[in-house]
């Protein structure tokens, strides 16, 4: 019986496992085909599910939510960090936090490159700090649309034209070197 309790349990735990697994499923698939057989537009079931995974040890979570327009989100996992340089010393770092609009049903591409996205995205925004992009009042919209529509042409270039609508810009803030 001594040999046979842990087998007992770890049986127990495996069934449990499999079925909160299936309890909780947080899969979009199943919700969106709920929905579109129902034909009901409900808000819940456009609700944001997106998981923040930034320092939890975990690849990718739940980064690609619904629009009701047709359009799903997908979040970079980690902020891009760009440092600022004057005269060839860095002064500071600037800290971007990017997600782009985008088709539905592209998060697995987009999860394949990218690497090569963040590649591309890190090139335009060092490309924008030595041009001063984030000196004085970076914020303004001034500065943020040619960074925007640069930022939107290596992602169209990157998973087509068609299938990006626009870049956001959801976290953005500068720290200056004591």
Avoid: C, W
Wanted: charged residues 25%; without cysteine; proline residues 4%.
């Amino acid at each position: 019986m001594k040999r046979l309790l842990p087998l007992i349990f770890l049986v127990l735990g495996l069934a449990a496992g499999v079925g909160g697994g299936l309890l909780f499923d947080p899969s979009p698939a199943g919700e969106k085909t709920n929905a579109a057989e129902t034909g009901s537009g409900d808000a819940a079931s456009r609700e944001d599910a997106v998981t923040e995974t930034a320092g939890s040890g975990q690849d990718h979570a739940d980064d690609a939510t619904g629009d009701p327009d047709g359009f799903e989100y997908l979040k970079f996992n980690k902020q891009f960090v760009v440092p600022l340089l004057k005269r060839g010393e860095v002064i500071g770092l600037a800290m971007v936090g990017l997600s782009l609009e985008a088709v539905p049903g592209l998060g697995e591409r987009f999860h394949e490159i990218e690497p090569k996205l963040r590649d591309g995205f890190l090139q335009v925004l060092f490309d924008h700090a030595n041009m001063g992009g984030f000196d004085g009042a970076f914020t303004e919209s001034g500065k943020l649309n040619p960074l925007r529509g640069a930022l939107l042409e290596v992602a169209q270039n990157a998973l087509g034209v068609d299938r990006i609508r626009s870049v956001l810009i959801v976290d953005i803030a500068r720290q200056a070197r004591n």
